[in-house]
């Protein structure tokens, strides 16, 4: 999470610059970086990061509601029905498995409809049936969103996926 949390703008390199989607974010501020990703970024991370007192509907609808989205019930109960989760809008995250969690959370990311999507080992903490299930779900709401997915993982298969592999090693890319 380290790196893409310098590519998110969540923290601040201690050198040298970092652009996203044409903008040097090491330039701006606190609030500046904020806005960006409420605007143009959605995060996939392996534990979820769900609001553990919301339900997986409101779960989905924050980060419309966070922009004062009037459609935030209905694009966030569409979005968990395409993912299928219309049977469980109303459960919690303690009431849901770790693949629903995770559509959950696929859900919220792509509810916004994120230029870029960073994915921290999306699979991470799922089996491998429930992981493929998953995958298959964000590559096909990715290619549908048109969105750019920035994916840190060590699964191969997984790697291989993607258009495009960048390696790092030892914090070099090979």
Known sequence: MERLSLLAGLDVASSGSIEVLGQ???????????VLRRQKIGFVFQ???????????????LPLELVGDKQAHQLASDLLDRVGLSKRLTHIPSQLSGGEQQRVALARAFVTKPKILFADEPTGNLDSS?????INLLFELNKENQTTLVLVTHDQRLAERCERIIELKAGCIV
């Open 47 to 61: 534990s979820f990061q769900l609001l553990p007192n919301l339900n997986a509907l409101e779960n989905v609808m």
């Open 130 to 134: 429930t992981g493929d299930t998953i």
């Open 24 to 34: 040097s974010i090491s330039e701006l501020d606190e609030d500046a970086r904020a």
